[in-house]
């Protein structure tokens, strides 16, 4: 059973920096697909980041390439997500996921595993 737990959202002020952290449980993370979606409220959860886990290979969301940065620790089974710049639109419930097989989707139905999200406040 994949696990995945997600820590170090909070408050922030714009043009600031948060890393969020990722920690994966439960298998062979070789093949898969880990990524960072969020949802901010009265709207659909969206893609921000991805990377394959063996490559890795990345990719982001226009909204957000340039300031973001995701990366793992394949000794830690760790993914982060680096927020620079941040922005008061970037202000949602953030959710690690995981998807089995590669390639890097950006539609949130594909991700089978899910953390149950960190809060991302930017004030203005």
């Known amino acids: 059973q994949v696990q995945l737990v997600e820590s170090g959202g909070g408050l922030d002020q714009a043009g600031g920096s948060l890393r969020l952290s990722c920690a994966a449980s439960g298998r062979t993370f070789s093949s898969y697909v880990l990524g960072w979606f969020r949802q901010a409220p009265g709207k659909e959860r969206e893609f921000v980041a991805a990377?394959?886990?063996?490559?890795?290979?990345?990719y982001y969301a226009n909204s957000v390439k340039g300031r973001f940065a995701i990366s793992r620790d394949n000794s830690k089974n760790m993914v982060y997500l680096q927020m620079n710049s941040l922005k008061p639109e970037d202000t949602a419930v953030y959710y690690c996921a995981a998807k089995r097989t590669i390639p890097i989707v950006t539609t949130a139905r594909a991700y089978e595993y899910w953390g149950q999200g960190t809060q991302v406040t930017v004030s203005a």
């Open positions: 990377l394959t886990w063996g490559g890795p290979t990345t």
